[in-house]
């Protein structure tokens, strides 16, 4: 297979280039680009892209297993079907679709957590300081965080620090000049899908977040969790010099400011 061959395969696939043995895809290209005409995208003109996923597959290949490698990012899956899967969070595509209340999934593994977690309310793992019950363990180690302060997650270009995961990645595309999701009423670009949902809502004027204690509706699921506080007796922000706690995050940071100025505090 000569460079241009394998430009033209790797480009009919759309990116979701699958690797399988590597003397049939390898067999010419040393001799192509030690003869000074491809290479480098030379005389057979292949992209950089191709070349690179050439590169990509030289190193570390597993002769018997294939691999779907991403041409957004470069991950390497085993399965095309994990692939597809993958690409939709470059594509912000979400064809799953919750019955009871229209929420979007990207795979039918997430709409089955969300089914058994959000609408069944199954809450099995319990914080040990505040009581608190959450459906899953991830989630209830990010919530522990707020507790302990701690924020393990570091962007590398800014060094700013996060509690969970997610919000690093959110936080990374903030360093990039992508816009893909354009507003369909007012053309205005985003980086996240889920930054252009919450724009179009101030189009729509739609409020999708209710209290379930007083009907009260918001517009973003964080402020409905902010004031569901109200109507609860739970303090979940601990102060970790003195212990008090608090119903709100503010309240915290206020008593912060106030009582050990001096002194390091919990970063939120």
């Known amino acids: 297979m000569t460079m241009s061959q394998w430009s033209r395969w790797y480009q009919g696939t759309g990116g979701l280039t699958s690797y399988y043995n590597v003397d049939t895809v390898y067999d010419d ?130 060094g700013k620090t996060f509690k969970t995961k997610a919000s690093l990645y959110v936080h990374n595309k903030s360093h990039t000049n992508f816009f893909p999701f354009e507003c369909p009423h007012c053309e205005r670009c985003f980086r996240a899908q889920t930054s252009l949902t919450l724009h179009i809502l101030q189009h729509t004027g739609e409020k999708p977040h209710a209290c379930e204690t007083c009907g009260k509706r918001f517009r973003i699921k964080y402020e409905l969790g902010k004031h569901k506080l109200i109507h609860s007796d739970g303090k979940p922000f601990v102060c970790v010099r003195c212990g008090h706690t608090f119903r709100l995050k503010k309240y915290l940071r206020n008593h912060n400011n106030t009582h050990h100025k001096d002194a390091e505090v919990v970063k939120h």
Do not use: W
């Not at 899956?77 to 912000?92: C, D, F, P, Q, Y």
């Not at 795979?107 to 959450?134: M, N, Q, T």
């Not at 899953?136 to 707020?146: A, G, P, S, V």
């Open 29 to 158: 290209y040393d001799n192509t680009d030690a003869g000074g005409g491809g290479g480098g995208g030379g005389g057979d003109g292949v992209g950089e892209e191709c070349e690179l996923s050439y590169k990509r597959h030289q190193e570390g290949f597993n002769e018997n297993r294939p691999f779907y490698e991403c041409h957004h990012c470069g991950k390497k899956l085993a399965s095309r079907e994990n692939m597809k899967v993958h690409l939709r969070i470059h594509t912000g595509e979400r064809p799953f679709t919750c019955h009871i209340c229209g929420k979007q999934f990207q795979a039918p593994s997430g709409i089955k957590r969300h089914l058994r977690e959000v609408h069944e309310g199954v809450k099995e793992h319990v914080c040990d300081i505040c009581g608190r019950a959450f459906a899953n363990k991830r989630t209830l180690e990010d919530h522990r965080r707020i507790h302990t302060g701690e924020r393990p997650f570091v962007c590398d270009l800014c």
